[in-house]
């Protein structure tokens, strides 16, 4: 048998042909026009993804190192920074914290919980003295979707930074980054973006440039500064990754095509096709506010979660997330983000109940979870 493989993880994610196309074109090199035109025409389109006015800066780096350049940016030796802690992505806002010397005090819940914004309100009202807040838009360790808007509305009537990690939810969930008043907003191309992974992004609102400007933290790849300069001559401070680049054009050119709104309620169609589907086979979802990204499920009873994952991609080629540390096993997840349509959502369910079926799982009606899912691709089919 022709054993096709599926990528269905939270990221990386597919990448569409012309996308993957554009990366094999002979190379220019970056101090060119031809090159200035094709970065600030990506420039320009994150502006759009990001709903914002600000410079979007490109980094050549996973989204990680957004993250870093966020903390290194904007806080001081010393400064104190409020983490919401949800999952394995809030937790690195922390260790990135505490690498550089900041004290962090977390607002930590249970995986796939929901972190009211009245309980940020009191922390703050508790203790004002932080200089920023550190959030997550979409916590792909479980699928779980906060509420930056009502986040925002705290942080804008104080000195406090709000920070946000739109890795894995820009451009599938709403996040209009000057509306909602987020002062530093990254993400990376490996997610949403349907890019290869490799390149990061990082917008600062004119209340975190203000921060920008004064903040001492030892920082010097990552140095804001160093990469507004360079924007404003058109081009990258240091060697960008030139092909990535030409593919995320490519991948813009398409979200624009589709445009915020489409985007967002196509992964939302997505989002509910899978858990119609999941749940039509009587398993249970993680997360007590899933969001359009992926999809996070238990691992049903007396079944081990990461043989689950592993057989569906060593036996159909099929390939879907575990759970991270410290709860492996203890779910999975099915990535329904970027260059994903209703049949691949066809194909990860078929993988599910063939692998639960191989598991000697066989608590439920064959086929139910693709009537479920079908039902819901149907409806949003325009
Ligand atoms: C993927 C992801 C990251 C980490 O990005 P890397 O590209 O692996 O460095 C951080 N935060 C969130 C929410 C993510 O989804």
């Avoid at 320009?44 to 980094?59: G, K, N, S």
Wanted: aromatic share 8%; glycine share 10%; with cysteine.
């Amino acid at each position: 048998m022709i054993k096709k493989p599926y990528l269905l993880s939270p990221g990386p994610t597919p990448v569409p042909p012309e996308v993957l196309q554009a990366g094999s074109r002979p190379l220019i090199h970056h101090r060119t026009s031809e090159f200035s035109e094709i970065f600030m025409e990506v420039t320009e389109a994150l502006r759009y993804v990001f709903q914002t006015t600000q410079d979007v800066y490109t980094l050549t780096s996973s989204g990680s190192g957004a993250m870093e350049a966020a903390v290194v940016n904007i806080l001081d030796p010393g400064d104190k920074a409020l983490v919401l802690n949800a999952g394995k992505f809030g937790d690195r806002w922390s260790k990135i914290c505490r690498t550089y010397g900041i004290a962090v005090r977390e607002i930590k819940v249970p995986w796939g919980s929901d972190i009211p914004a009245a309980e940020l309100a009191e922390q703050i009202d508790a203790h004002p003295d932080v200089q920023a807040v550190f959030s997550t838009l979409s916590e792909t360790s479980t699928g779980t979707v906060y509420d930056i808007e009502g986040f925002a509305r705290i942080t804008a009537a104080t000195e406090i930074l709000l920070v946000v990690d739109g890795i894995s939810g820009l451009g599938a969930m709403p996040c209009p980054m000057d509306h909602w008043g987020v002062d530093v907003l990254i993400s990376g191309s490996q997610k949403s973006f349907m890019t290869p992974p490799g390149l990061a992004f990082i917008a600062f609102s004119p209340k975190a440039w203000r921060s920008v400007e004064t903040s001492s933290l030892p920082r010097f790849y990552f140095d804001a500064q160093a990469a507004h300069n360079a924007l404003h001559k058109q081009t990258s401070a240091w060697t960008p990754a030139i092909s990535l680049i030409r593919q995320l054009r490519e991948a813009l050119k398409i979200m624009r095509g589709i445009g915020l709104e489409g985007l967002i309620s196509h992964h939302r169609a997505m989002a509910e096709a899978t858990r119609a589907g999941v749940q039509a086979l009587g398993l249970d979802l993680l997360s007590q506010i899933p969001g359009n990204i992926l999809t996070a499920v238990k691992t049903p009873h007396g079944l081990d979660g990461v043989r689950l994952v592993k057989l569906m991609q060593d036996r159909f080629k099929v390939h879907i997330a575990g759970a991270q540390d410290p709860h492996k096993g203890e779910f999975f997840r099915i990535g329904h983000l970027g260059f994903i349509g209703g049949f691949d959502i066809i194909t990860a369910l078929t993988a599910l109940e063939m692998t639960l079926g191989e598991m000697g799982y066989t608590d439920f009606e064959q086929g139910g979870s693709l009537s479920a899912a079908q039902a819901i691709i149907k409806e949003n089919w325009i």
